[in-house]
């Protein structure tokens, strides 16, 4: 089955500051992979996703990047504030209706 | 869109009573239901999941259980609650490829 890992667990950043978390999975068929936050008590929240057949997406602060012949994505955010402070989670999937992997999540904190 | 009613909030039970968490699907049919499990500071644990009524997969052994008694209807239970139950479960839905998630519950074994 697929398995999706995530490093490191926490990250620390100043604000303004620019945030990258990675993620690796090992599944080659999946061709789904989206992002999640969740804040301290409440339920994951989708924040960007990409498919497999693009290399890049935007979303204002956020990006995220995908490299197929590595299996790994990645999660970018720029310019970051502390409400970006949470619990990020990739995930990975192999199509519609199948089974979402995630990985195991990051603590980032943004320092004032 | 696709919501997910998740009950209760919060839960202190004492180590060896019964569990029975319940989540409902509303805005669409026959999702795919999944339970997590989040231990604090922790990553999200797949318990169970399933993609139909009466359908259960289980993807860690452990005193608990799942039932899917109607097609927007997934249920927790346990006989005897342990301490190491304790944690933030996460009822899940999956429809294509989008996952959407109830509030969830945070349960206290004392």
């Known amino acids: 089955g697929e398995n999706v890992e995530q490093h490191p667990s926490t990250l620390s950043v100043q604000e303004g500051d620019s945030a990258v978390i990675k993620c690796t999975y090992s599944?080659?068929?999946?061709?789904?992979f989206p992002w999640y936050k969740q804040e301290l008590g409440k339920r994951p929240q989708l924040i960007i996703d990409i498919r497999s057949n693009v290399g890049e997406k935007k979303d204002q602060r956020i990006a995220v990047t995908l490299n197929k012949t590595a299996k790994h994505f990645s999660l970018h955010i720029t310019e970051t504030q502390p409400e970006d402070s949470a619990v990020y989670f990739c995930?990975?999937?192999?199509?519609?209706?199948?089974?979402?992997?995630f990985g195991k999540g990051i603590t980032l904190s943004v320092r004032p | 869109s696709q919501t997910i009613h998740q009950w209760p909030a919060t839960l202190v039970q004492p180590v060896g009573s019964p569990l029975s968490l319940e989540c409902t699907v509303e805005?669409?049919?026959?999702?795919?239901l999944y339970w997590y499990r989040q231990a604090a500071g922790r990553g999200l644990q797949l318990l169970f999941y399933?993609?139909?009524?009466?359908?259960i997969s289980s993807e860690v052994p452990q005193n608990l259980s799942a039932s899917r008694p109607q097609d927007r209807q997934f249920i927790l239970s346990s006989k005897k609650l342990l301490l190491s139950d304790s944690g933030f479960y996460l009822c899940?839905?999956?429809?294509?490829?989008?996952?959407?998630f109830g509030q969830g519950t945070r349960l206290t074994v004392v």
């Open positions: 399933s993609v139909g009524i009466g359908q």
């Open positions: 899940g839905g999956l429809v294509n490829t989008e996952a959407f």
């Open positions: 995930a990975a999937s192999t199509g519609a209706n199948s089974k979402l992997t």
């Open positions: 805005g669409t049919s026959n999702p795919n």
């Open positions: 599944d080659s068929a999946s061709n789904y």
